[in-house]
């Protein structure tokens, strides 16, 4: 296995430690209070370095990929895999928490399915398509919402709610750019 895969298998591990303390998951574990209980009031900081971590391994990977000609059917298959479970993984604990609306998530979620939709069709007739601009914007903004949200600093709300907005209104300009580009794909091959 190469490197770039080892990043985005690191990457899904990670989601683990992540979903457990933004949930609150460790608290139930006495042992694990009892030793790290002076850490317990930082516990978001902790989860949001350890999602920034994940998201950078998603960069780095790609770009060593690239780079050195690493590209696998494994990485092509996990890698966007990774960043969804990842993003829908802290999109689902923050509407557990109370920081983002759930039809927000719903929107974002049902948007990813979508695109992964076209793409298997798209496969399956032989066509790759490749991500453009928007879908890079919609995800740059996701992950910026979503360390904000993480981050939960009551002094800069009105900008965690624009970036939502914003990142709201990124997915579905994506999602309508990606559908008209590549409506050709929908249409039944003989």
């Not at 042992?31 to 002076?38: V, Y």
């Not at 990977?61 to 966007?80: E, Q, S, W």
Request: net charge positive.
């Amino acid at each position: 296995m190469n490197l770039p895969n080892k990043l985005t298998i690191f990457r899904v591990i990670l989601i683990v430690p992540f979903v457990l303390l933004m949930l609150g998951g460790l608290h139930e574990w006495g042992w694990f209070t009892a030793i790290f209980g002076g850490i317990m009031e930082y516990v978001d900081y902790i989860a949001l370095a350890i999602f920034i971590i994940a998201s950078l391994t998603d960069l780095i990977d790609g770009k060593i990929a690239r780079k050195y000609n690493l590209v696998t059917n494994f990485g092509k298959f996990m890698d966007p895999l990774a960043d969804k479970l990842l993003v829908s993984a802290a999109m689902i604990c923050l509407v557990e928490m109370g920081r983002i609306p759930a039809w927000v998530v719903i929107v974002i979620i049902s948007r990813e399915f979508i695109i992964s939709g076209f793409r298997l069709i798209a496969s399956d007739n032989g066509v790759v398509i490749a991500a453009n601009y928007w879908g890079k914007f919609k995800t740059t903004f996701q992950m910026i919402m979503i360390c904000l949200m993480i981050a939960n600093i009551p002094q800069i709300q009105i900008l965690t709610d624009i970036i939502m907005w914003v990142s709201l209104a990124l997915t579905i300009i994506s999602l309508v750019d990606y559908i008209w580009k590549n409506k050709a794909v929908m249409k039944e091959t003989k």
